[in-house]
């Protein structure tokens, strides 16, 4: 009989190594390998769909990683662009939630687009409470305050009036003295629009009659 305990003991530790051997296998076999992008320009609707199948896969924080592995050493614009599209398909995969995967990374590209993409979404009355959410994820809220401007024209629009309502809503909103903060993100994206051209939406704000200070000359003196 004791023979037997011993060996029916063996046999058992062995199938249990074999199950987790197997079990890793499966795992190895069937994980999406690390993708790559390119420096050069993308398809963006394929772009999206291959980060919110990573988003779904591994998880928004895993996910965010990746997109690290996949732009490492690239050039800080490019990495900034790719974290805009990474934004945008995090929004759309986890809603509001997946405002807590965003960091400081990229120059905050992912924070830019996901607040912009959720003040479209949610409607201005969430800016207060994404301002904070922001600030509770990096530590700052003055860091946040930046891709906040960049949110709120996205999310009310880039007519010159939707900028006059941008700039009265960073105010409401932050209550900051400087204007590289939540003013200068409203100024950026009305000029550039990075999270338009995230979106597919290409190009920046074209000049004018040659009148390279608007709007900045049409807006009020404050």
Known sequence: MKGSGVFSTGTLVLALVC???VALLAWFVGSTPQYKLSTEPVDQRALDELLKKDIR???GLAAYDRLGVAVS???????HGYAHAFGHALYTTLGESG????DGRFNLGCF?????DAIGDLGTDAIGRLYKECGAVIGSEETCQHGLGH???SGVGYSEDDLKHALDLCGDATNENT???CFG???????????????GIMGSRVVENGDMYAPCNKLPAD
């Open 151 to 153: 949110g709120i024209v």
């Open 179 to 181: 204007y590289a903060g």
């Open 19 to 21: 199950i987790v051997f």
């Open 57 to 59: 896969e591994f998880g």
């Open 73 to 79: 050493g690239m050039p800080e614009d490019i990495q």
């Open 185 to 199: 993100g409203a100024f950026m994206e009305y000029n550039i629009r990075t999270i338009a051209n995230a979106e």
């Open 99 to 102: 405002i807590s995967v965003c």
């Open 112 to 116: 830019h687009q996901f607040l912009g």
